[in-house]
T-cell receptor, first 112, second 112 residues
Framework: NAGVTQTPKFQVLKTGQSMTLQCAQD?????MSWYRQDPGMGLRLIHY???????DQGEVPNGYNVSRSTTEDFPLRLLSAAPSQTSVYFC???????????FGSGTRLTVV | SQQGEEDPQALSIQEGENATMNCSYK?????LQWYRQNSGRGLVHLIL?????REKHSGRLRVTLDTSKKSSSLLITASRAADTASYFC????????????FGQGTELSVKP
């Protein structure tokens, strides 16, 4: 099993550009989440999903959109990139509402 | 705001010593989870303790939970250089299914 796959691993964007961070899991997990990790801030929840067609906001949702059309995929869209969105982004999935999560290896995004 | 706060922020010990990390949280929870993150990598789920449990073991890991004090501790016994990593606690609540909230982490350095 591949687990949770994130692409790309690295990305540089110019301010104002848009892009989609991809996340796919092959474990048939219902629960998926996106986090950003910044130095000294730990991981902060951006958006999460409890199943196909259902998403909700986390702690820091502004500037990001998500959709969940299939169980496997949970893409994160940056609508108009800003330098404040420079961060490492992690996607994670779980079999259970409150179970342990499996994390992807991350996408390092720099906005210039 | 983040649910968990961890203490200490950084810990440096010698191989063979025990390492203790603490986590405090603010609201009632259904379970608390501990994760490890090696430098530049994704997070790995270590152990989950439910709110009705007081102690749990997994190999060299021992986790305690005190719901009256809203705190948890992670003990790593007989530390090895390979245990060098950041350790995060995260809390989950059934009525916020899919919303796993992380603390800021403890950076552990184990010197050979």
């Amino acid at each position: 099993n591949a687990g949770v796959t994130q692409t790309p691993k690295f990305q540089v964007l110019k301010t104002g550009q848009s892009m989609t961070l991809q996340c796919a899991q092959d474990m048939n997990h219902e629960y998926m989440s996106w986090y950003r990790q910044d130095p000294g801030m730990g991981l902060r929840l951006i958006h999460y999903s409890v199943g196909a067609g259902i998403t909700d906001q986390g702690e820091v949702p502004n500037g990001y959109n998500v959709s969940r059309s299939t169980t496997e995929d949970f893409p994160l869209r940056l609508l108009s990139a800003a330098p404040s969105q420079t961060s490492v982004y992690f996607c994670a999935s779980s079999y259970s509402k409150v179970g342990g999560y499996t994390f992807g290896s991350g996408t390092r995004l720099t906005v210039v | 705001s983040q649910q968990g706060e961890e203490d200490p922020q950084a810990l440096s010990i010698q191989e063979g010593e025990n390492a203790t990390m603490n986590c405090s949280y603010k609201t009632s929870i259904n379970n608390l989870q501990w994760y490890r993150q090696n430098s530049g990598r994704g997070l790995v789920h270590l152990i989950l303790i439910r709110s009705n449990e007081r102690e749990k073991h997994s190999g060299r890991l021992r986790v305690t939970l005190d719901t009256s004090k809203k705190s948890s501790s992670l003990l790593i016994t007989a530390s090895r250089a390979a245990d060098t990593a950041s350790y995060f606690c995260a809390t989950a609540r059934y009525n916020q299914g899919g919303k796993l909230i992380f603390g800021q982490g403890t950076e552990l350095s184990v010197k050979p």
